[in-house]
C-alpha cells in the first residue's frame, strides 16, 4: 500500500533523476531470477545524494510514525536496506539491526546483527520489493528470534500480485513510498517515455516472468 500519492510521484521523479530506476523497454535487463525486464531498480544509489536520501529518510519515518507510531526497533534487510535502515533508525532515535538473508558460514554465524531483545516491536525496513521472497526470508529470521513484526515499509515495490499474496500468506503488511503505477506517471510527464514503451512497460508486470520470451 503506498499512503501518500504526492510522495509516490516525487519519490519516482527522483529515482527517475538519478538512475537509481531505469527504463529500458527495448533493450531489457536480465534479472539473476532469468526473468527479462524493461526495468532495473538499484536505490543504493540514494546513499549517494544527501538531499534525496534526507527525502527517503524522513518520509520513511513519519509514514511509520503514522501508521505505527514510535517502534522499539528498526530492522534494514541486508544490503540494499541497511544504510536506509540505519538512517531512519537514526532519525526515528530508536536501536537498529540488520537482517541477512541467511546465516554467516563463519564466526558467530549470525543472521541478525545488532542486539536484538526478545519480544521487541520491530519495523522492517526494504529498498525494494519484488515477489517479496528474499525480504520475508528476513521476516523470518526476526520472527525465529522472538521479535514482534509490526510491518514493513519499502522505497518502491513492482506491485506483483506474487508480492501481495506472499505477504498476505506471512500475515505481514507492506507500505511502500512510491510504486509502479506513479513511476509510469512521472515516466510518461516527463517523457522519459514514450506511448509505445508505457504500453510494453504495462504489459510486462502482467506477466513478469514470461515476457520478452
Known sequence: MTLNKETAQKTAALLLQINAIKLQPQNPFTWASGWKSP????????????????????????????????????????????????????????????????PKSHGRKNQIEGYLQANTQVVVIEDLVSTGKSSLQAVDALREANATIKGMFAIFSYGFDKAKQNFEQKNVELHTLSNYEALLKEAEKSRYINEDEMKLLATWREHPDTWGK
Open 39 to 102: 526495468i532495473y531498480c538499484d536505490n543504493r544509489i540514494i546513499l549517494s545524494y544527501p538531499p534525496i536520501r534526507n527525502y527517503i529518510r524522513e518520509n520513511l519515518a513519519k509514514q511509520i510514525e503514522m501508521v505505527y507510531g514510535k517502534p522499539e526497533m528498526i530492522a534494514g534487510i541486508a544490503t540494499g536496506a541497511i544504510g536506509i535502515g540505519a538512517l531512519v533508525a537514526d532519525y526515528l532515535n530508536v536501536p537498529f539491526c540488520y537482517v541477512r538473508l541467511e
